[in-house]
């Protein structure tokens, strides 16, 4: 009997791609294209099912595909937030304004995480979406509290430092980053 590894590095699996159901595919691809910046990759039907694909990698042939045969009459959303990185505080702020320049963009907030910097807005099929940094530190989750990332870069950032180090577990980043190795056996 072979024995299993148990202890597998982070690029023995790493996430590629997801897929939704939608109601109405262009729309929901138009959005993610107008906010979000993705482009379309492919598109086709696939016996009963309208498919786009999308990504913002060109190494990923897509990184999102829209399903149509979501229900029209589904009344909660099974997916709980789709999320996507930014490397700073300028595009979290762009992101920030092209979604809400949109017509479609519904409860768009801007929340401190002491670990990050989101914003979270409702596409036109209201599903969750977050857009966010990653601060220089960690501290235990969940936060959730309000910023308003109008502010000047280092008073956003102090008031991030300010949550974190008010929360159990902060920590620097680096350091965190030197747990997780451990624990995760690298």
């Known amino acids: 009997m072979t024995k299993i590894q148990t202890h597998l590095p982070p690029e023995a699996i790493q996430l590629s791609h997801m897929g939704i159901f939608v109601n109405n595919i262009a729309v929901m691809s138009n959005y993610y294209q107008e906010v ?26 897509h990184q999102i595909v829209m399903a149509t045969g979501r229900p029209a009459t589904i009344d909660f959303c099974v997916v709980n937030q789709i999320s996507f990185r930014v490397p700073n505080l300028e595009y979290l702020r762009l992101f920030q304004a092209r979604a809400m320049s949109h017509p479609d963009t519904k409860d768009c907030v801007s929340i401190c995480h002491g670990n990050a910097l989101s914003i979270y807005l409702r596409d036109p099929e209201n599903n969750r979406v977050e857009i966010f940094i990653d601060t220089p530190w960690y501290c235990e989750q969940p936060v959730r509290e309000p ?17 974190a180090q008010s929360r159990p577990g902060f920590c620097s980043r680096e350091d965190w980053l030197k747990k997780m190795n451990q624990l995760m056996g690298l």
């Not at 993705?38 to 999308?54: H, P, Y």
């Open 147 to 163: 910023i308003d990332l109008n502010l000047p870069d280092d008073e956003v950032m102090a008031k991030a430092l300010a949550s």
């Open 36 to 61: 979000l910046d993705f482009r379309i990759t492919d598109k086709g039907q696939l016996a009963d099912v309208q498919l786009v694909f999308l990504s913002r990698n060109p190494l990923e042939h």
